[in-house]
């Protein structure tokens, strides 16, 4: 069993051609880009294949744009594959170097022919590269495939430009113990007039070019067996037909030579009398053994007027080593006799005309030839289809027991391309495979662009193992979201089962993503394991259909091209959920927060078919049943998405403020900014109703009783933020006398004040009880700046707890203070009164803000009625605070009420020290 191997870009293709056992009727195909996918004039390859058949290598041209065209004038490269463990996949490709002499100098031909993993590439150089009057050669390279290391080149022959002459074509052969030979053509400045030379490395350097031929001869071929060179070319006949029109006639001239002696006599086949329409032959040679096989083409048609739009292919045949071949050339596939052709209805669509799609090298059938060990020709060429050009093959079966003919195969052969693209100029190669073949061949694939023609260097191979793709399954309905996530598993076997491992497979969806959040990614590649299978995931946020497809990219263009093994299968995902709200506790009050479930969602805009899945922002919103219009209808929270698997969210909000009566909440997509309670165009669900009431408005104070200047606190609960129009409330607090004096005390509290609008509330406010307060009071809140508020009961919105005030100490152990508003790390003065004989601590304790709780006096004796003693304000407050006695106690500290004895009144430290302006003298 032997294994080829070529690399796709960066990807790793491993093909196996199996023996005996494998061989199968089916073919298979997998074009592989062998030109740098930015090149574009790539032209003119040429392949060849060791005798064991464990490498192939190809050379090509890497011409140049050149005034909106291609010309066949730049670098030589070189490309190989082989069975060899060691290397995985087509090597990276090498550039030939120039030799110092012919620096600026670019090559025109090149060839190739394979000693086991040494390459011998000829080719030809001009320099300077685009001189009429170019200096040329004929170089000969050796190439380590093994290492990938090239020799310098050495000159097989030489030419300079000054005697009106330059080298053309070259080809070269290894005879029976691997000495390169080589064939080249030289014609004047513009090739007319072309000769053909051999020759011969022996061991012993180059020969002196022996001329092969006489004038008007080009493209050669070549090949060896049993100890001699086959060469095969084109005699150009040109002629002006009575209509003036200068016409393509050619004859095929063949000669050998033996590999150490003289050259045979030209053996020649006229273009033939009895065909109406002239054409060049475009000739090749194979041979193997003794068997020696040439190939051409001549014009099918019967018009008389060019260019020639259909071909015959024929071909000579000997069993001789050359030395006779057939009378009358056959044709293949019939066998019918050259000077009969015109009674053939095997032909085969092409052109003569430059300007036919695949220019210059679209002209003709391009044939190529190998033979098999067997001695049995296979055969590949071009010819016109549809729009472009096909490679399409044939092969003998058997050779015929009488005659000089054969019995060739029908049915289904290997053909590369379907018409759509132009694919030309093959180099075949064969590489046993069981009892069959496998043909192995580069071509060029043109097109044209901007009005010139660009070409490509690709490789393909057919055998007798087709790779088959297969997907898990072939249509699948899912149903969301449950199952968003699909996986679909490719299988890359031959048609037995045997898997093909390390295949890079491209696998696309018209729908969906191959990235989790399901969107974005609609195309992956993946490599096949040792079972022959990848698995991904495809995963949709939409409903659809979608059209996968798997195929082998093998020309590395992530497009499933004619010829590229593939699969295809359609995944469908429904929805039949639908969606809804769903709110756990019920009755609920304003302010409290509730759990809302949002179910069935879906998580993109299924009603929209040119959505790609990306997710939608949904918007909750309070709305009215049965209640007052104020407050209005409000958002609950910012704009949200579901969870993509599975299409809910759990969300806890907040109830509105001021909400009474029934109600409940809706689901709505984007609405502009406008309130969307009822609008069903963008209504997505609605929830069961809910009964809601609000507590009435309400302030909070700190207990009393307090002294006049103490600190004090109040929150305003419940007070509404706006009025109807929903501008916001002014609302006044004020100090109100309940049980006073004669001259009872009324005081605004600060500036008019408003609320939270989410929460209707002011939380601690601290302020200063007014002085010189003695009886019960208490704080309202007024929406109106009244003259008299406190007895003002319209304007009243809230009252609060009573507040008992005295200016006398209460009875009682308690701390008073010197300074209730100092600065940090300032000492004040902190008197302990009405405390029993004793020793105590004193506490820095915290009522609101940063927290700073530490002794800050330790052991003061008590043993008066009142003992003052300094306190240090801790530089880290920043709050509302108080000091607190304790008895001296381990367990001592802020809140302990077992060691608790008296405190102060609020402390109100600044939170920034300003220091004092100094006015500077004048100088």
Same mark, same amino acid.
Do not use: K
């Given at each position: 069993m032997r294994k080829w191997r070529w690399q796709l870009g960066i990807a790793l293709l491993l093909i196996a051609l199996y023996g005996v056992t494998h061989v199968f009727a089916v073919w298979w195909h997998v074009p592989v880009l062998l030109s740098a996918p930015t090149a574009v004039c790539d032209l003119e390859p040429r392949s060849a294949i060791s005798t064991d058949g464990g490498w192939l290598a190809s050379v090509w041209i890497q011409g140049r744009k050149i005034n909106d065209g291609c010309v066949s004038r730049g670098t030589a490269m070189l490309r190989w594959v082989t069975t060899d463990a060691a290397q995985t996949g087509w090597s990276n490709p090498i550039a030939l170097p120039l030799p110092t002499e012919y620096a600026t100098g670019c090559f025109v031909h090149t060839d190739v022919a394979l000693d086991d993993s040494t390459a011998h590439v000829a080719a030809t150089v001009w320099s300077p590269c685009d001189d009429m009057s170019a200096n040329s050669a004929i170089l000969h390279y050796t190439c380590n495939l093994s290492t990938g290391a090239c020799s310098p080149a050495t000159i097989a022959s030489a030419q300079l430009g *000054?005697?009106?002459?330059?080298?053309?074509?070259?080809?070269? @052969?290894?005879?029976?113990?691997? &000495?390169?030979?080589?064939?080249?053509?030289?014609?004047?400045?513009?090739?007319?007039?072309?000769?053909?030379?051999? $020759?011969?490395?022996?061991?012993?350097?180059?020969? @002196?070019?022996?001329?092969?031929?006489?004038?008007?001869?080009? /493209?050669?071929?070549?090949?060896?067996?049993?100890?001699?060179?086959?060469?095969?070319?084109?005699?150009?006949?040109?002629?002006?037909?009575?209509?003036?029109?200068?016409?393509?006639?050619?004859?095929?001239? %063949?000669?050998?030579? *033996?590999?150490?002696?003289?050259?045979?006599?030209?053996?020649?086949?006229?273009?033939?009398? $009895?065909?109406?329409?002239?054409? %060049? =032959?475009?000739?090749?040679?194979?041979?193997?053994?003794?068997?020696?096989?040439?190939?051409?083409?001549?014009?099918?048609?019967?018009?008389?007027? !060019? !260019?020639?739009?259909?071909?015959?292919?024929?071909? *000579?045949?000997?069993? $001789?080593?050359?030395?006779?071949?057939?009378?009358?050339?056959?044709?293949?596939?019939?066998?019918i006799e050259l000077h009969s052709i015109n009674i053939s209805t095997r032909y085969y669509a092409g052109s003569d005309d430059p300007e036919n799609p695949g220019g210059e090298y679209g002209m003709h059938l391009n044939p190529s030839v190998a033979v098999d060990p067997a001695g049995l020709p296979y055969l590949v060429w071009q010819m016109q289809q549809g729009t472009g050009c096909v490679l399409t093959t044939t092969h003998a079966i058997t050779a015929e027991e009488v005659g000089l003919g054969f019995i060739w195969a029908v049915g289904s052969l290997p053909q590369f391309g379907d018409g759509s693209d132009i694919r030309v100029y093959p180099s075949l190669s064969l590489a046993t495979a069981g009892d069959t073949q496998a043909l192995h061949l580069t071509y060029m694939h043109t097109w044209q662009e901007d009005q010139?023609? /660009?070409?490509?260097?690709?490789?393909?191979?057919?055998? =007798?193992?087709?790779?088959?793709?297969?997907?898990?399954?072939?249509? &699948?309905?899912?149903?969301?979201?449950?199952?968003?996530?699909?996986?679909?598993?490719?299988?890359? *076997?031959?048609?037995?089962?045997?898997?093909?491992?390390?295949? =890079?497979?491209?696998?696309?969806?018209?729908?969906?993503?191959?990235?989790?959040?399901g969107y974005g990614v609609s195309q992956l590649q993946t490599t096949t394991d040792a079972q022959g299978t990848t698995t991904v995931t495809l995963y949709s946020n939409l409903v659809g259909t979608a059209q996968v497809s798997a195929w082998i990219d093998s020309v590395v263009n992530t497009t499933w091209d004619v010829g590229e093994p593939g699969a295809a299968l359609t995944q469908t995902w429904v929805f039949s959920g639908t969606p809804s709200l769903s709110v756990l506790s019920e009755p609920v009050e304003a302010g409290q927060s509730i759990t809302v479930t949002v179910r069935d969602h879906p998580y993109a805009d299924l009603s929209d078919p040119y959505s790609n899945g990306e997710p939608l922002n949904y918007f909750m919103w309070w709305c009215a049943t049965d209640a007052p219009e104020y407050p209005p209808a409000q958002q609950l929270g910012d704009a949200f998405q579901v969870n993509i698997n599975t299409w809910e969210r759990i969300k806890m909000v907040r109830v509105p403020m001021g909400m009474t009566g029934v109600y409940h909440i809706e689901t709505h997509l984007d609405t502009g900014g406008n309130v969307p309670c009822g609008n069903t165009d963008s209504l997505v669900a609605a929830s069961a109703t809910l009964t809601a009431t609000a507590a009435p408005p309400s302030l909070t104070v700190s207990p009393g009783p307090v002294m006049g200047g103490d600190w004090m606190t109040t929150t305003v609960l419940n007070h509404p933020y706006s009025d109807i129009g929903g501008e916001p409330l002014d609302y006044y607090l004020w100090w109100c006398p309940v049980v006073a004096p004669t001259a009872p005390l009324t005081q605004q509290i600060g500036e008019p004040f408003q609320v939270d609008s989410d929460t209707w509330s002011r939380p601690n406010w601290t302020f200063q009880a007014p002085f010189s307060i003695n009886g019960t009071y208490r704080l309202e809140t007024h929406n109106a700046n009244v003259e008299t508020p406190c007895s003002h009961a319209d304007s009243r919105v809230a009252v609060s707890a009573s507040?008992?005030?005295?200016?006398?100490? !209460?009875?009682? =152990?308690?701390?008073?203070?010197?300074?209730?508003? !100092? %600065?940090?790390?300032?000492?004040?003065?902190?008197?302990?009164?009405?405390?029993?004989?004793?020793?105590?601590?004193?506490?820095?304790?915290?009522?609101?803000?940063?927290?700073?709780?530490?002794?800050?006096?330790?052991?003061?004796?008590?043993?008066?009625?009142?003992?003052?003693?300094?306190?240090?304000?801790?530089?880290?407050v920043s709050g509302l605070y108080h000091v607190e006695s304790h008895t001296t106690d381990p367990g001592a500290g802020c809140g302990n009420v077992t060691t608790y004895v008296g405190s102060s009144a609020l402390i109100r430290p600044y939170h920034q020290i300003y220091l004092p302006l100094v006015m500077r003298a004048r100088r």
């Open positions: *000054a005697e009106g002459m330059r080298f053309s074509d070259t080809r070269i @052969v290894l005879d029976s113990q691997n &000495r390169p030979h080589i064939v080249y053509g030289r014609g004047d400045h513009t090739l007319a007039q072309g000769e053909l030379f051999y $020759t011969r490395n022996l061991g012993s350097g180059w020969t @002196v070019p022996e001329q092969l031929s006489s004038e008007n001869a080009y /493209r050669p071929s070549l090949a060896t067996s049993n100890g001699r060179i086959h060469v095969v070319w084109q005699y150009h006949r040109d002629y002006v037909d009575t209509l003036g029109r200068l016409r393509q006639r050619g004859d095929v001239h %063949y000669r050998y030579c *033996a590999e150490e002696g003289a050259c045979n006599p030209v053996i020649s086949y006229l273009y033939p009398t $009895t065909l109406v329409e002239p054409t %060049y =032959p475009i000739p090749d040679v194979a041979a193997r053994g003794d068997r020696v096989i040439l190939t051409w083409n001549v014009c099918a048609d019967v018009d008389n007027n !060019p !260019p020639c739009e259909s071909f015959y292919l024929i071909y *000579a045949r000997s069993d $001789t080593n050359g030395s006779e071949f057939s009378a009358q050339p056959l044709e293949v596939g019939s066998d010139w023609n /660009r070409s490509q260097v690709f490789y393909d191979v057919a055998g =007798p193992a087709r790779p088959i793709v297969q997907l898990n399954y072939t249509e &699948r309905t899912s149903t969301l979201p449950l199952e968003r996530a699909q996986v679909i598993t490719a299988h890359v *076997a031959q048609q037995d089962g045997t898997p093909f491992s390390n295949v =890079p497979v491209m696998i696309e969806t018209t729908l969906g993503s191959f990235d989790p959040n507040i008992e005030a005295t200016s006398d100490y !209460p009875p009682g =152990p308690l701390i008073t203070l010197n300074d209730d508003q !100092p %600065y940090p790390d300032m000492v004040i003065v902190a008197t302990l009164r009405q405390h029993a004989n004793g020793v105590y601590d004193v506490w820095w304790c915290t009522d609101y803000g940063s927290v700073v709780e530490q002794r800050v006096v330790s052991a003061v004796t008590v043993n008066t009625d009142t003992v003052p003693t300094s306190v240090r304000v801790p530089l880290q």
